[in-house]
């Protein structure tokens, strides 16, 4: 997947990034009640703009993205100054309470996750194959600790075995984190020109409470 999604950055095929907040981010992460300070990850993150909206909402982020495209797209988009610095085999850019980590996801260990507090998917589970679909839930429940909440954004579309974005239905998800996660549909959306309805779901991490 590495070599085909940097190409898409490079080529500039980036219809999944949007120009705005998702919706779903302002409508339903208050829902959550999170503490402003936690931590929040950001698998997969592009240059999601809802990340600065995290921010604001007075979280520190990490984000993690294989494309160093994208995060130079995404430092670009403000007048903060960056710091840059290396850690745990991750390219790691600061802007702000924004920490980019630019490096494969799976790498991420819980050592470098260990302030995560809560995480937000719009398009990093879609973006995967189904296999690998089952270790992203499973490395996602890694590094989230227990009590734990986040919020996914996933969607479903007629053409099942075609992505990125690929179709995930709502049994798929429960089947992926119901085992590590309580799993919670906040929103199913109306199909759009194209039959593709995005849902909304809160997760929280199963397991005892430190």
């Given at each position: ?77 403000s ?5 840059r ?74 053409d ?34 194209r ?16």
């Open positions: 997947m590495s070599t085909s999604w940097r190409q898409r950055w490079q080529e500039g095929r980036i219809g999944f990034h949007l120009q705005h907040t998702h919706p779903a981010l302002a409508k339903h992460w208050s829902d959550l009640a999170i503490a402003p300070d936690t931590k929040v990850l950001v698998p997969l993150c592009g240059k999601s703009l809802d990340m600065r909206w995290l921010a604001e909402a007075g979280h520190p982020v990490l984000g993690v993205e294989l494309a160093p495209e994208a995060i130079e797209q995404f430092l670009t988009q007048k903060v100054s960056v710091s610095y290396t850690q745990a085999g991750f390219d790691i850019s600061r802007q702000g309470s924004v920490e980019l980590w630019c490096g494969d996801f799976f790498h991420l260990h819980i050592q470098e996750a260990a302030e995560i507090g809560a995480f937000y998917d719009r398009a990093s589970l879609i973006a995967l194959p189904p296999a690998t679909r089952e270790r992203y839930a499973f490395h996602l429940a890694q590094l989230i600790p227990p009590g734990a909440k986040g919020l996914l954004v996933s969607l479903a579309h007629p099942h075995g075609a992505g990125p974005p690929y179709s995930v239905l709502g049994t798929e998800i429960h089947q992926l984190f119901t085992a590590n996660f309580r799993v919670t549909l906040l929103e199913e959306g109306s199909p759009d020109e039959g593709r309805t995005e849902s909304v779901w809160s997760l929280t991490r199963r397991g005892p409470l430190v």
